[in-house]
């Protein structure tokens, strides 16, 4: 059960985590995390988490797989892959997650190649900052609340995302 709500706060987190796409490629984006942590607790990392969750009886993964993918998020690689289109990413207007999941983010900051962000869902609110190194690779640190077991915990993590190529595969867009 801890794999799964660590997974659940990846997702809500994630919201975030893509939130700054204005001077990056579209394409195939990879996000593995690091640092995660849950009331000051480490939880373990990404590979030990998708290692976990490939190993899940088939119903309990298809659920999980199914739960990410409807906020556009497929697990792949190193970490959970995302599709950004030309047009998204031309306009500035990233659909981060499912638009009935009820999230908002909001950009609080732009200062050169750091942005600072903010962002609510009905079960997730926090902060972060993310940093562009160039238009194919990025890393955030988000830190905020969620609540996916009836009680608000405190939660913490660091993201790195690369541009894997142009070409999504089997990886849809948000729409």
Known sequence: MKVIGAIALLAAMS?????????????LWELTTSNM???GKPLPDMQ?????????????????????AKQGITVGGNGIR????????????????????GCTQRITERNGNVWKFSFTCPKAQGAGEATFLNDREFTTQVAGTFNTTGTNQRGSMQTRAVWLGANCGTVKPRQ
């Not at 919201?15 to 394409?27: D, F, H, R, T």
């Not at 976990?52 to 993964?61: I, K």
Request: net charge negative; glycine share 4%; proline share 11%.
């Open 37 to 39: 942590e849950v009331e």
């Open 15 to 27: 919201v975030a985590v893509e939130a700054q796409a204005q001077m990056l490629q579209p394409g």
């Open 48 to 68: 030990l988490m998708l290692g976990q969750l490939r190993n899940l009886p088939p119903e309990q993964r298809a659920m999980m797989e199914q739960m990410l």
């Open 82 to 101: 995302s599709c950004l289109t030309p047009q998204q990413v031309k306009a500035n207007d990233i659909p981060l997650q499912d638009p009935q999941s």
